[in-house]
Structures are given as structure tokens and as C-alpha cells.
């Protein structure tokens, strides 16, 4: 019963409560504290930092909210100008009668500790106890990068742990631990569908076209589920009964997520494009199907190039992919950027504006850091290799950094989009050292057997 319902378990509410203390506590200093007084060059006012899409989203709340309380609810939208995060934000002001960001601190801090929670979590199916466990979620919970989201307003905090939800419901369902009464196979199918939907609900308020992209994935992963159920059926280690539920409950996730479709994979042919972009390459080589794929995939790149013409952070912005096998040249380039940018010849160059500048040094810290977690994946793969968990917690990251990266030619947003899956690979690669650094102490003791 245990394992059926993690987040029920002995001592994770305190967690979170101290995560939550954390992010909550962290907001408040920066909006009431650092950036008035210590900052101020870099207050917009409100306790906001200059030159964020944060901006814009405050002025849309407080806008809208003062016209919830003239017309009452009706003139609410959950969208408003297409972005969520300010649709959200209008009905908390509007319920409180205060249109200040602080008003949504508790918000933002329940998600962002209820990620870490899930990294905890992710990090046990590995077989860890719990208080290493919570050391390979302190990256995502202390990252200088998600600071920006949960003491700001954005779409991060929301999309993150909404991706880690997903990627936790697909491996609780696929670990290798039988389930043998009925009533314990339908909690555990209850629990999954819990995580889905939640994870599916966060990406679906900010980002509905991410859906999409993570469908792809699902239908994968449903195909290798399967196949491992049924391995595992053969040999005794689940009932069959299981195997066929279990495979089933994985399809239904991929058909679910596949229902979503973007209007932003078709190549933009409006008026704005001052310069039209090259065609799409049809391939002789490979099917129809893998084609059309890999060409949604480059509207999804031209798109982001239209209407971010001037990202201040773009990389390889030059580079034609307008090709199956031009995207494939391309994709060693694209592991480098995805797994090791910013790369340190960016952490000290201009930024578009002063606090960009600040936050490239901030980033160019974390990343060394990073860097440092990121050799542990080598020893993690020889503690934790013959496990299922870590190999589809890779695979997740590879999968998500690797269409990131040729859908969005810009670092910065890039990163905000691999946090999530990147910092649990970080996690479990520091607590790999922490485990390495353990293993050889014991050795190195006087007195101790070898």
C-alpha cells in the first residue's frame, strides 16, 4: 500500500511544507525586499523585474480584474491575449479585491514544491532512501533559473511541474513491482490517472501545443510498455490480467495526448515575414509518415523565428533544417546545445537589458554546478543501470531537449523548457556522487573490511 500511494506517504506533506516555506519565503524577499531596496535599478515596480513577459501579464490581470469587479464574472477570460498565467492571475485578484503579485505566491510556491516533491519522489523509484531522495530534488528546488517563474508570473512554474507529473504517472505505472489483489490495481490505475490528468491540466492552461510534442513520446513509450509487460507476464513476475490493463491504460495516455494538435507546426505565409522562409524538403528516403513529422517540426521553428525575431539569446538562428536529413546532420549539435548551453561564453556577455545581464552571471554559477551533477550520470548509470526508471527518465530528457532544440533556436527559452526532466537527471547524477563520494569513504576508514 505503501508504493501505491506515494504521495501519501510518512513524512512527504512536511516536505513539501518545507519546500513550499522555501519558495514562498524566497517570492516575498524578492518582491518586497530585494528588488525594492537592494535592486532598484531593476524594479519595474509591483515586485517585478524589468523587461519580463511578467510585465505584460500583471498589466493584463489587474486590467481584467478591475473589469470583474465592474461587469462581474462573465468579463473574465482564462486566456487573456493568449496567456494563461494572466487569466489565472485576474481571478485571484479579483477574489482578494488585490491586484499585486504577491497575491499569487502561494500559488506559484505550491507548484514549484510540489515539482521538487516529484523529483523526490522520481529519485526513490531508483531505490534511494528518502534523505538522498530529497538531495537530488534540491537542484530543481534552488535552481537560479526557476527563480524567474515562481517570483514572477509566468507560464514555467505551471509547465515543469506539470511535465514532471506526466513523466512520473508513466514510470509508477511501469515499475517492476507486481500488483496482485484487484482493489490495489485499481488504486493504482486511480493514481495514474490522477497524475496524467493533473500534468496534462498544468501544460494544457499555458501551453496546449506542448501536448502534442508529448504525445509522440507516450506512443513510444506505450510501445515499449507493452512489451515489457509482456516479457514480464511470460516469466511470472506480474499476472497477465495486469500486463493487458497496465498496456491498455498506457494507450489510452498516448490517444489522449494525441488529441491535441497545434496550429503552430504549419510554415507561417502571412504578411509579417519580411523574408520568406525556405521551403520544406520532401525526403526520397524516408516514409511519408517520418516526413511530415520531421516538417511539423520545422513550422514549429519557423514559427517561434516569426514572432521571436529578435530573442535575445537565439543560437544556430542561421542554421537550414528544412530537411529530414538536414535535421539529422544536425543532431549531434543539437545534444550539445540541449544537454550543455549556456555554454560558458555566454555567461558573461550583454544582456538585452540589465537584469538579463545579472542573470546570465546568476546561470553561468548554476551551470558550472550543473556541469559538475551532469559527470555523475556516469556512476549513476552503474548504481541504477538495471533499472527501467532511470533509463526512461533518460530517454524523457533526450526525447524533450532533443525536439526542443530544433523547434526553438533560443537558449533562454530553451532552458525554461528541458527544466523540469534536466534538473531530475542533475538530481540523480549529484546524488550519484553523494553515493560515490559514501562508498569510498567506507573503504578509505581505518579498520573498516573491504
Known sequence: MKRLAPFG?????????????????????VQLVALP?????????????????????????????????????????????NQAPAGVAAAIYATSGISKPYMLIPLFAALHAGGAIVVMLLAETLGVGRRLAIVAALPFLFGPTALLWFTQIHKDTFHATGLLLILYGWI????????AGGSRLFQRLILFCGLMLAGTALIWLVRPYYLEILSKFAILLSLFGGVLFILRARKKVVPWHYAVVMS????????????????????PTTPEIKKMPEPWQSSAIFPDYVDRQFARLYGYRLHFQLYNPVAG?????????????????????????????PFPSMWFAEGANAATTMM????????????????????AAYFWGRKVEFWIMAGFFLYIVTIVVYAIPNVGTMMRYRYGPYMVLVGIGLIALVKLARSRRVVAEPGQAV
Request: positive net charge; proline residues 3%.
Open 9 to 29: 506517504q510518512p513524512g512527504v506533506f512536511p516536505i513539501w511544507l518545507a519546500f513550499f516555506t522555501y519558495a514562498a519565503g524566497m517570492a516575498l524577499f
Open 37 to 81: 531596496l537592494l535592486f532598484p535599478s531593476l524594479h519595474a515596480g509591483n515586485g517585478l523585474i524589468v523587461g519580463g513577459d511578467w510585465l505584460l501579464f500583471q498589466h493584463l490581470a489587474a486590467e481584467n480584474a478591475e473589469l470583474i469587479r465592474q461587469q462581474g464574472w462573465s468579463a473574465w477570460e482564462l486566456r487573456l491575449s
Open 172 to 179: 509508477y505505472l511501469l515499475r517492476n513491482d507486481a500488483v
Open 248 to 267: 491498455i491504460a498506457l494507450v489510452f495516455s498516448a490517444l489522449a495526448l494525441s488529441s491535441f494538435k497545434s496550429n503552430r507546426a504549419t510554415t
Open 313 to 341: 539569446s537565439a543560437i544556430d538562428n542561421n542554421v537550414s533544417l528544412n530537411s529530414v536529413e538536414k535535421m539529422l546532420r544536425y543532431l549531434p549539435r543539437n545534444f550539445q546545445v540541449g544537454t550543455f548551453s
Open 360 to 379: 546570465r552571471k546568476i546561470i553561468g554559477l548554476e551551470m558550472s554546478l550543473v556541469y559538475l551533477a551532469l559527470f555523475g550520470l556516469v556512476p
